[in-house]
């Protein structure tokens, strides 16, 4: 069987959460015996397989048995129109809610209305719709989108990680860190929990380490915009990193107070390096995890706080936390992911 397994703006997106989470389903997808497209466009690029098109009338679309798309844009839309056309099954996977896309850039919350009425139309043309948790289910059905909706967790690439506590040392002397680190990552947004973070960093001693990119031009919220270009002492905004294993191997306590989250990939990579993870009090996670078993779930700024002061306070209890978690990330591994994906495409077929 042939799959496309398209991600629009690849390149945009290879530092997201959406760009990780595609490179999982290839990953799971290459130990089985699915054919793996990753383009639709029969020339690799959609403008020289339109030239191709109409001076030619050469076909514009590659061939396969399955289009599954991971994002939102224009060709996305019309992998989804020449599916239709074609008789072909389209699986849309819902990276994307209007939940998740408000508190990201300056003016996010004012765009999330209208986008909300767009993903209810896209997402109701698949006749399938992945994503990642209940909660994201839960939430398009309330759109409502018109198609079944089945979740699938995005995984997490325990091999891609191996040796990050080789990097620790590296690590933690490239940033100045030292002690208990608490540490977040992946893009720095409001919505991710950025002003808790900081706050409460001003609250502790600790060495507090965000590892990823950010952006403090115009596009940028007040908020990013604030924190980053002045940030409490002990807090480090370090920007892209080149290799992700050092931020796991620097931190010792992730802290993640998000607002909304459709799974959190950086929480179960947390997991799977055994780190204690203290999270805030959403559905998603209350879904995947459980409080004192293999994290710590906090309802607000004082609950995170005393989160923290324990865990300094009980290296033990570090330690059993992040145990728990190593067995909660081998329930998300790859090869469930490309069990998974495996059956879908069939049954489709």
Known sequence: MRVLNYLELADHLDRSGIGTAVDHQR??????DIEVETTPWQE??????LGGNIAFNDPMFREFDIAHCNMIGPGSVAVARYAAQADIPLV???????????????????????????LRWFYSQADLVLCPSEYTKDILES??????????????DVDALAGHEDLREDYRRRYDLAGMVVFAVGNVFERKGLTTFCELAQ??????????????????SKAVSRWVNDPPENVTFTGWIED???????????????????????????MACGKAVVLSDIPVFREYY????????????????????????????RERLGENAKETAREHSLDRVGRRLVETYEELA
Request: net charge negative; proline share 7%.
């Open 27 to 32: 990953a799971a997808l290459s130990e089985t």
């Open 44 to 49: 690799g690029h959609p403008a020289w397989a």
């Open 92 to 118: 849309l996977h819902a990276h994307v809610t209007r939940e998740d896309f408000r508190d990201s850039f300056r003016g996010s919350n004012l765009v999330a209305p209208a986008l909300g009425r767009y």
């Open 143 to 156: 759109y409502p989108v018109d198609a079944p909706i089945r979740p699938m967790t995005n995984g997490v």
């Open 203 to 220: 609250e502790t001693e600790h060495d507090f380490a965000w590892f990823g990119p950010y952006d403090a031009g115009p596009q940028a």
């Open 244 to 270: 992700i294993r050092g931020a796991f191997g620097a931190g010792d306590v992730y802290l993640f107070p998000t607002k909304a989250e459709n799974q959190g990939i950086a929480v179960l990579e947390a």
């Open 290 to 317: 459980e409080d004192g078993h293999d994290c710590l779930i906090c309802a607000d700024e004082s609950e995170f706080r005393e989160a923290l002061e324990r865990l300094a306070e009980n290296p033990d209890l």
